[in-house]
């Protein structure tokens, strides 16, 4: 059986012991009754060996980080309990999937596992996301969101554009925390482009962290919306979620994760090239951006216009349009939109639109009526290849 490696942060002081137990009791516990091999330092835990003994100590250290964050002391009884129960689970899920588990925190593969096979095969949801906000289960409200989500349960790269409010990002997270929840990625990294919308704020005091983090917030604000606290946290701590700027992600590669690029039309050329080549194996894309809020000092440079015209033909990138009667949010965006969306005070943005609209084969929500349903599967004038983007327009509401 092939051995894995699973690697999740442990807290500092009191909260350290609570997980641990004294004299890092717990982690012998697991050890002598997993039968693997468990190494503690510099505030991880490492934990390697056969697969299914892995995961079970996996599911034994995070239900420990669980219950050192409420401040509860557990038994060593109580330990063995949760190695004992975390086994059977999971020996019984592996059968079950047959041997197809994959560990969801931040750990390394074997090299076969690596550049294996995606996580399962098939798509990725069937009807509908498992995740709920309220009691409420996260869907799609019109068709073209619909359209939207489908491209993303079927495609590893995709495109979804259109005016705020569209539900673009919050529904992408949605996908990103299902797929994760249901362990067919192992990570979600969320990534945002540091750029002022039309301000000059400065120096910003504290760390490198405080100073992303009033860019990176409304991320956090569609996560807290679909995890309680306790789950965000230590998927935070371990690095199972990433919230991260767009410049930090030169030189990484990314496999079995699902990336989300937000605010993509305020990217340059060359930093659009950088993050897409970022997907590594069993990966799954998703970049969304709005071509009429382009904050750059020269919109012609949008990394996000530049890729719609490159990647329009690209077998395998699916593409999105929404337009103003998508907008979920309050009654009166709808109609601000409208109103601003007659006048565009920049006219070169306003051309950028309309291009892109027109490189995807749609007309633009202020030129015209709103065009019959499509989904177009264009050829490629060069080698006459046929190709499906997954751009979907219909006129039906859901």
Not at 117 to 123: E, W
Not at 140 to 151: C, E, F, G, I, V
Not at 272 to 293: E, P, W
Request: proline fraction near 5%.
């Amino acid at each position: 059986m092939a051995g894995v490696e699973f690697i999740i942060k442990v807290p500092q002081g009191a909260e350290r012991v609570t997980m641990l137990g004294l004299g890092d009791r717990n982690l012998k516990i697991i050890r002598e009754a997993l039968g693997v091999q468990v190494l503690a330092r510099e505030g991880r835990v490492q934990v390697s060996g056969d697969r299914s003994a892995v995961a079970a100590a996996r599911d034994v250290l995070e239900r420990l980080a669980l219950a050192a964050e409420r401040q509860e002391h557990m038994t060593r009884q109580q330990v063995l309990d949760l190695v004992s129960a975390a086994n059977t689970g999971r020996s019984e899920r592996d059968r079950q999937r047959g041997e197809r588990w994959t560990p969801t925190s931040r750990h390394t593969h074997t090299e076969e596992e690596t550049f294996g096979d995606p996580i399962d095969s098939g798509p990725a949801w069937d009807q509908h996301l498992d995740v709920y906000v309220g009691g409420q289960a996260v869907r799609a409200k019109t068709a073209n969101q619909q359209a939207y989500l489908d491209s993303v349960r079927d495609h590893d790269l995709v495109f979804g554009i259109g005016p705020a409010g569209t539900g673009k990002t919050y529904l992408a997270v949605a996908a990103a925390v299902h797929m994760l929840k249901h362990e067919r990625a192992k990570k979600v990294i969320l990534v945002r482009p540091a750029v002022e919308a039309g301000e000059r704020l400065g120096f910003l005091p504290g760390d490198m962290q405080q100073k992303v983090n009033p860019y990176l917030r409304p991320l956090f604000d569609a996560l807290e919306d679909m995890m309680d606290y306790g789950t965000l946290k230590r998927f935070l701590l371990s690095d199972v979620v990433e919230v991260v700027p767009l410049a930090y992600m030169r030189g990484r590669t990314l496999n079995r994760a699902v990336i989300l690029l937000d605010e993509a039309q305020n990217t340059t050329r060359g930093q659009m090239q950088m993050f897409l080549t970022r997907m590594g194996h069993g990966s799954k894309m998703i970049v969304t951006g709005d071509t009429t809020q382009i904050d750059l000092p020269d919109a012609s440079e949008s990394g996000l216009i530049d890729a719609v015209r490159r990647l329009r033909r690209v077998p395998g990138v699916g593409f999105c349009t929404m337009d103003r009667q998508d907008i979920v949010r309050h009654r009166l965006v709808q109609r601000i939109v409208e109103a601003y969306g007659d006048k565009t005070p920049k006219a070169e943005e306003a051309a950028q639109t309309r291009e892109v609209a027109e490189l995807l084969a749609v007309r633009p929500p202020d030129f015209g009526e709103r065009p019959a349903p499509t989904a177009s599967s264009a050829t490629d004038e060069s080698d006459g290849a046929p190709i499906t983007n997954g751009l979907s327009t219909p006129t039906a509401r859901a």
